[in-house]
């Protein structure tokens, strides 16, 4: 039976419009040309670790599980007022140092800075296809945040080209937040940024974090003021404006709850800090080669004696070539920028450090320094200003100073592609300033658009604002 003509051209016209629907992204070479660049986005430290078992099956280790920490806390309680009132034995410092060990033992890593046990990462975002067609969607990279950034690095690359693979754009934007800037500035410093079309960095730690150069140092030292300042700043900025949250601070400051406290910690560090470092903050932190080299650049000499012991050779090798890369991070990420690569650093600010620094109000998010998250920014300490009489330190033909008087970016390694958000701490996260920076087609200035000049104000958690 002969099929009728006009039948025949229905069928074929519609695999026609199939076809093209479904391939409608890709051009004859088979390149994607949707307009849509790719995302991977690489977080900060803290993502999911599991332990593989013999039989492949997988727990969960970090974070670590409630009834661990529970049954840790436990075994405190009897040796807890020695904390306060003991004498300084190191009987306390040994029951902190076993009830740490209970929780952390998992990730441990050993002198060399490998995993003492079989630990994997989360999954990450499964690279498909149609994800890239979505602008707000991103392949997260996931990675185990323990060890090495350089070994990182090279798993970053190979997602990086499944990734472009698979979507069919020869290059991807990368997006980074937190200890993410260490892995992906690593990256950068391993590969160059061939496959990269563009670079944003959100409070990135690719310049190190001083508050840990002073943990590996022993420098810490809890000030009171210094932590009321670091709750009262930090707080509301994390869970928004809490009349009862203010007056449970104010009440520990004013009944001497707050001084007392400090002045225990204090007492603790002081007489048991190297024990409490030898026992636990060196073998379960201080081996891990992704911590080791938050050290800023300025501090690592220091740090570098603490582990001179000849059994943390490799661990020093490992974090020596990082900070050699650390210490060119602006010929780096110059020759990125040469090579054609779009670059934004967002750094958040005004908010005090975590107070083991002393009584030192540089600015921060809480977490890192704000100076070194947006490659060198010169701020005023916390809650004050350069001066009436300050004058712009690089004078470039442009303004970039801090309407408020609070910071100079001109000092920036890269003034113009540098966002200042003040009053979010580390884990506020301004979205609309991060989809703009993304979504821009090109390279964004400050002065692009006037709704996201060099300085925002942060509030309502993750709303921002022009500063005036």
Known sequence: MKVPVKQTLCVLLSLVIAFSASSVCFAANGKCDCGHTPVVFVDGIGGSLYLVNEDGSRDLVFTPDTDVIVKAVVGLLPVLPLMFFGPTTGVFERALSKAAG??????????????????????GTEVIKDLH?????????????????????????????????VTGHDKVILSCYSEGGEVTFAYLSLFGSAKIEKYVTLCSAFQGLTAVGYIFTGKINVDPKQTYNFLTSFLPAMFGENKGIDFAVKAAKYTGLLHGLCRAINRLIKNDFDSFYEHFALP????????????????????????????????????????????????????????????????????????????NPYQSDALIDSAKSSGGATMAPVGQTLGSDYKQKVQDGHNHLAPDGSADASTCMFPEYTWLVEGFCHWNRPDELMSWLIGFKGQPTVFTDERYPQFLVGHDINQISPMK
């Open 102 to 123: 209970e929780i952390f033992e998992p990730i441990r890593c050993d002198e060399n800075g490998d995993s003492v046990y079989n630990i994997k990462p989360g999954s």
């Open 133 to 165: 067609y979505d602008p707000d969607e991103y392949y997260q990279f996931a990675y185990d945040w323990r060890l090495d950034p350089m070994v990182n690095a090279q798993l970053l690359d190979q997602y990086i080209d499944k990734v472009r693979s």
């Open 284 to 359: 379960y932190f201080g081996q891990m080669p992704g911590i080791v080299d938050f050290v800023p650049q300025e501090m690592y000499g220091e740090v570098r004696e603490r582990l001179s012991d000849p059994k943390h050779a490799k661990l020093l090798a490992r974090a020596d070539q990082y900070h050699d890369y650390q210490a060119n991070a602006k010929q780096i990420l110059d020759e990125a920028v040469d090579g054609g690569m779009n670059l934004c650093i967002v750094s958040n600010y005004g908010i005090h450090v975590m107070p083991f620094v002393g009584n």
